[in-house]
């Protein structure tokens, strides 16, 4: 299947701090996903973008849909200490039948 | 309207029973993903489906392990024999399955297996 490469894995940040992870792939998506998992629950949708360049705000959480269509960026402005989880990307691939495929998260720990 | 409907919760399992996880999709969804995952992991893809058709199984253990979503009813996933390695929590994901309007999946709260 199709790989989507999640960085960093895991951050460590002071509450306050703003946070920055990306998703990258070697194909291109039309469409990319972020989702949080808390502790012991499933993932969580929290922005969708459909379109290159696209840049959707959710809150804190800033999302965009890269130029290329084989990346997207979420960063986290002034984090608190709910912020902790798991973020996974995903991207849809329409050549596959619109399946989507999911990265291997990033693990964020924010420090009270 | 109700979102993504996984059970049991929790399946405890002794080492060589069958373990059968069930996954309601949203309604209106019509496509079904599983996941694996253990703990401190990520995601690992296991089954795609749409109903009474596997649309993609590469995740899927060659032995022991089988999914079906049949065109009534909840899509189940399937592990015979199970042994302490398939301890792990199993999710299930849904999306519409319906061209340009097939845009999100939506996930379930998991199972948790414990295989003893």
């Known amino acids: 299947g199709q790989q989507l490469n999640q960085s960093p894995q895991s951050m460590f940040i002071q509450e306050g701090e703003d946070v920055s992870m990306n998703c990258t792939s070697s194909s291109i998506f039309n469409t990319w996903l972020w989702y949080k998992q808390d502790p012991g629950e499933g993932p969580v949708l929290l922005i969708a973008l459909y379109k290159a360049g696209e840049l959707t705000s959710n809150g804190r959480l800033t999302a965009q849909f890269g130029i290329t269509r084989k990346d997207s960026f979420l960063n986290i402005s002034a984090s608190i200490p709910s912020d902790v989880g798991i973020y996974f990307c995903?991207?849809?691939?329409?050549?596959?039948?619109?399946?989507?495929?999911f990265g291997t998260g990033t693990s964020l720990t924010v420090i009270p | 309207n109700a979102g993504v409907m996984q059970n049991p919760r929790h399946l405890v399992r002794r080492r060589g029973q069958e373990a059968r996880l069930r996954c309601s999709p949203m309604?209106?969804?019509?496509?079904v993903y599983w996941y694996r995952q253990l703990p401190e992991e990520g995601l690992k893809f296991m089954v795609y489906?749409?109903?009474?058709?596997?649309?993609?199984e590469s995740g899927m253990p060659k032995e022991r392990f089988s999914a079906e979503f049949p065109k009534e009813g909840p899509s189940i996933l399937r592990i015979q024999q199970v042994v302490r390695g398939d301890s792990a929590a199993y999710f299930c994901?849904?999306?519409?399955?319906?061209?340009?309007?097939?845009?999100?999946?939506?996930f379930g709260q998991g199972t948790r297996l414990t295989v003893v």
């Open positions: 994901a849904s999306s519409r399955g319906q061209g340009v309007w097939d845009t999100e999946a939506f």
């Open positions: 309604k209106g969804h019509s496509h």
């Open positions: 995903a991207g849809q691939l329409r050549a596959t039948g619109n399946q989507f495929y």
């Open positions: 489906l749409q109903k009474e058709n596997i649309i993609d």
